[in-house]
């Protein structure tokens, strides 16, 4: 019997960055946030990805907010999904402010499309939510969001990337 804790320990001591899997129809489980725990006492930067999505019970809503009711406020989410379940057909970056469809029979095919326009609402309220994170994550951005209500898009990329790094900020894909 190998103890799973001390090998992760041992794992994340070297560890430039990681990528914490989720499950989009059980959010944060007991040992994803032990895990989670162990990566913020070695100061690891992550970034979650939210997989599953085309489950029954798929549900990136629901898995964010298990994140943040059980490992982060900061985790901010950068793309949403189009759809859930079998109905969940593509992503919409909310950075770049595109969409993209998955086709193919194993949705191998990455096709850019409008943003669905049902979305535009959501999308704008969680772009705002992840402007206001990374400036808040930012010092030199700060000055220029509270002034101008906004980033720039090269700012908010740049923004993102410095707050991952120091782990001020975990984007959720």
Known sequence: HVDFTVEVE???RVLDGGVAVFDASQGVEPQSETVWRQADKYHVPRVAFINKMDKI????YMSLASIHDRLSK???AIQLPIGAESEFSGIVDLVAKKAYKF??????????M???????????????????????????????????GALTDEQLFKGIRAATVQSKIYPVL
């Open 10 to 12: 041992r794992s994340l």
């Open 57 to 60: 019970g798929g549900d990136f």
């Open 103 to 112: 086709e193919g029979a194993h949705g191998e095919n990455i096709v850019e």
């Open 114 to 148: 409008p943003i669905p326009a049902d979305m535009n609402d959501e999308v704008s309220e969680y772009r705002a939510v992840l402007m206001e994170k990374v400036a808040e994550a930012n010092d030199d951005l700060i000055d220029d969001f509270l002034t101008n």
């Open 74 to 76: 900061m985790a901010v």
